[in-house]
């Protein structure tokens, strides 16, 4: 046997040593202290928050807010554990609209820290302040708010303090706090010092149109600009903010600030919800970036979920992953030149002002604009709309596929690219009257057999003919052959495996959805699958692999997801045969052909990889390399 420690009576903890305890799962760092005050400074109807640290918010973190205040016969109660003004019932719980609710920063901080509480509410003749410590409570000077001090954080606590970082590395993780706020805030305004020197400060904007500018004084403006406005209804998921176009995307994932009913979170679902509305347009491991805003019902969320409420569980996380990955796709679907023509020149405007029509996003998100949305923004033609017949498209695939010249032959010709004949036809006379702006101007060279050389008002415009030119392919590929099946091919001898219960589950589950993918597998045992059929194209692999690996993704993801991504991995490299090569002569209509497609097919600033496929030399740029003064 082995020797165990004599047993000890049971006993109830001290308190000091429950909050101790309890202090661990919230209070992780200065960081944390200065998320728990300014949640209660907001909570308390502050507009205007300051933070003062001192040693990177080890030796001081003092929150002054001009919210309600505290009345004093409850400043005590405030540093008491699970003491609220928030809520009241598990009612108030299931649909609270409040940053805290909990009842333990301010009992968690006192333990370990030294704090004191200094509050005046409108009716009181002066302040109080309460020593935190002694618990004493004297009079003080103060306007109405509420100022909270916390000094020595885990004095009495060396372990935790053991593990804190540099003072520059807290002092960031503070900021970063507030950041977050400050994002989601913007009619409050916020000021961080530092060993008494301003380190950020961020004016308050109130109203719709504060939102842009509080981004751009928070993320720079290059944000805005290099973002697109998102404003996207799904079922009862509300989704709003900015995405960042493909160009803007990051080595690291450090600005992806996701906010759930007004508090921010870090959520896989909403992540990768986000992620996947890129997938078709980033390149390799860039990470997007994007402030998002999701509206829901609040009884369609737990906020209860971790101490520190930076982690939600959705009622439908299905429901909230569609809404997020519809709203970033759609929106960024519309090719930047049609998004510059139709006058979101300026982001700072007022949401409802944008130049994305809400009707069209919120309508059917991966169709393209109709044509009468393009005559509302003023365009004078109408989009090559691709056909919607299946075996036409087949058709024009094989052209392209057989015919690597047929784009150098200006007479009409029976194949595929007589489409886009057509289109040169009608871009080159309407590109003689002369009054009318082309986003990606008239074409004026070839370049090496590579670029196309362009002329718009701003400047020179260079395009990647090849990458842009595989876009819309691809792009048009996709729109034809949404609704067709993969055609699939039954095995000899049918593969049977070892399957876990949950890979039976999804396999009867989604019997619908393996079939479209042009995939059978059947129930051999309890404990046995069978692959029958796999997708024609694939039948050289591994079908075990194969389904093994959909089969994961199902049980992951929406159904609706893993088809699609199926379908466009096919269609992409279809697409990258059928693109127009290198070195191939093309005509100037046939240029401006190509840039008129550019205009008008969804994500054609990125070709298939997420590369840019143009890019715009302004007059300025041109200028500064000849040293000119203009
Ligand atoms: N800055 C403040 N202004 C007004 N009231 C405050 C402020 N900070 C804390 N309080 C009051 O103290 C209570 C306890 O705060 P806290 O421990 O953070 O719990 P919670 O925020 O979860 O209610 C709050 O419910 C609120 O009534
Ligand atoms: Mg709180």
Redesign the pocket.
């Known amino acids: 046997m082995s020797e165990s420690l004599p047993r000890r009576a049971i006993l109830e903890l001290p308190d000091v040593l429950i909050s101790q305890i309890a202090a661990g799962e919230v209070i992780e760092r200065p960081a944390s202290v200065v998320r ?2 300014v ?3 907001l ?2 109807g ?1 507009s205007h928050i300051s933070l003062r640290l001192l040693g990177g918010g080890i030796r001081l973190i003092s929150v002054e ?1 001009d ?4 009345p004093v016969e ?1 400043l005590p109660i ?1 540093l008491k554990r699970h ?4 809520i009241n019932s598990l009612k108030d719980l299931e649909s609270v609209a ?10 968690a901080v006192n333990s370990v820290s030294e704090m004191s509480l200094l ?1 005046r509410t409108a009716e009181a003749p002066n302040a109080f302040i309460l020593d935190g410590q002694t618990g004493e409570i004297k009079p003080a000077a103060r306007a109405v708010g ?1 100022t ?1 001090e916390v000094k020595e954080l885990f004095f009495s606590t060396p372990a935790r303090r053991h593990f804190l970082k540099s003072e520059s590395t807290e002092l960031a993780h503070c900021v970063e706090a507030v950041r977050r706020h400050a994002l989601a805030r913007p009619e409050v305004s916020f000021s961080i010092w530092h060993e008494g020197k301003i380190v950020a400060q961020w004016r308050s904007h109130p109203g719709e149109s504060g939102w842009n500018q509080r981004l751009a004084d928070v993320l720079g403006e290059d944000f805005v600009t290099d973002s697109v406005h998102i404003d996207f209804q799904s079922g009862p998921v509300h989704v709003r903010g900015r995405a960042g176009t493909p160009d803007a995307a990051r080595a690291r994932a450090d600005q992806q600030f996701a906010y759930v009913n007004g508090r921010f979170v870090r959520d896989k679902v909403i992540t990768h919800g986000a992620r996947s509305a890129y997938e078709d347009v980033l390149h390799g491991q860039r990470q997007p970036v994007y402030v998002l805003y999701v509206q829901m019902d609040p009884t369609r969320v737990d906020v209860n979920v971790h101490p520190t409420k930076i982690e939600v569980r959705f009622r439908d996380s299905r429901e909230v992953h569609q809404a997020m990955r519809h709203a970033i796709e759609s929106a960024l679907a519309v090719p930047r030149a049609q998004r510059l023509a139709s006058g979101e020149a300026s982001p700072f405007m007022s949401a409802g002002q944008t130049a994305t029509p809400n009707s069209f996003l919120s309508a059917t998100p991966s169709a393209p604009p109709s044509q009468s949305t393009w005559s509302q923004r003023g365009m004078a033609f109408s989009p090559d709309r691709a056909s919607e017949d299946p075996a036409k498209a087949m058709a024009e695939l094989k052209a392209l596929w057989g015919s690597s010249n047929q784009i150098e032959e200006t007479a009409p010709n029976p194949s595929g690219f007589t489409q886009s004949t057509d289109l040169s036809n009608s871009a080159s006379h309407q590109s003689h009257a002369a009054d009318h702006e082309w986003p990606l101007g008239r074409a004026i060279a070839q370049l090496q057999g590579v670029y196309i050389l362009a002329e718009n008002s701003q400047g020179l415009i260079v395009v990647d003919m090849h990458a842009a030119h595989e876009r819309i392919v691809y792009e048009r590929l996709k729109q034809q052959l949404d609704s067709t099946q993969i055609t699939s091919q039954p095995l000899l001898i049918p593969a049977s495996f070892a399957a876990t219960p949950q890979e039976i589950t999804t396999a009867e589950n989604c019997a619908e959805v393996l079939s479209q993918l042009g995939l059978e597998v059947s129930t051999l045992s309890t404990k046995t699958l069978a692959v029958r059929a796999v997708p024609t194209s694939l039948a050289k692999g591994d079908p075990v692999e194969l389904a093994r690996s959909v089969l994961a993704e199902l049980a992951l993801h929406d159904a609706a997801t893993v088809v699609q991504r199926a379908q466009n991995e096919i269609l992409a490299t279809m697409a990258c045969h059928g693109a127009v090569r290198a070195n191939r002569k093309l005509t100037l209509d046939e240029m401006n052909a190509l840039l008129r497609q550019m205009e008008f097919t969804e994500r054609s600033d990125q070709c298939n990889h997420g590369r840019p496929t143009w890019r715009q030399v302004s007059m300025r740029e041109l200028d500064a390399l000849f040293l000119r003064g203009r």
């Open positions: 728990e005050l949640d209660n400074a909570d308390a502050a807010d919210g309600s205040g505290i409850e405030a003491a609220t003004s928030k409040t940053m805290g609710f909990r009842g333990e920063a301010l009992a509050s509420t909270v």
